[in-house]
């Protein structure tokens, strides 16, 4: 069983996501580490390919709460997978997050800056079989079995 807790990254990943608001995707990064100062942008690129599509990036406040919102128009994001980081004249920073396009169907923002190990499924004919209990006392849960032993002990004991 992996870990479901989410990688480091410099933006909340939790409350972060993606969408598509009428026609353009939006990227809503929540609680940024480390803001940009001065003309800032976002950068897209497919992670297999060549494909760079340069993003508005806005920042946007809400008393305490602060986020980035990423913006380009749907159409110029082809199927896969899409890296994301932000960039100002100075620096560039990465986002531990990936974009997920596939047609029609919802956006996907995930964790991290690439998919973990997988492990291929195990086909129904090779798993174990479950072992069937071979006697009745294997039916009853394990505390009643424990109680059960001890008395069993103590009887054989007292003869």
């Known amino acids: 069983m992996g870990l479901s807790l989410p990688p480091r990254a410099s933006i909340d990943l939790v409350a972060s996501f993606a969408r598509i608001r009428d026609d353009r995707v939006e990227i809503v990064l929540a609680e ?42 749907r159409s110029v994001l082809g199927d896969g997978r899409w890296g994301l980081s932000l960039h100002n004249a100075d620096e560039s ?3 531990n997050a990936r974009l997920l396009v596939q047609g029609d169907r919802p956006l996907c923002l995930l964790w991290g800056a690439r998919a973990g190990a997988s ?7 090779d798993r174990p079989k479950p072992v069937a209990p071979t006697r009745p006392a294997d ?4 505390p009643v079995r424990r109680v059960a032993g001890t008395v069993r002990r103590r009887l054989s004991r007292s003869r």
Request: aromatic share 8%.
């Open 32 to 73: 940024p580490v480390d803001v940009l100062d001065g003309e800032v942008w976002a950068e897209l690129w497919r992670l297999r390919g060549e494909d760079r599509v340069r993003c508005s990036l806005e920042l946007a406040s809400d008393g305490d709460a602060r986020r980035y919102v990423v913006s380009c128009p």
């Open 93 to 95: 920073q990465r986002v």
């Open 119 to 125: 492990r291929p499924p195990v086909p129904f004919r």
């Open 139 to 142: 039916l009853l849960p394990t």
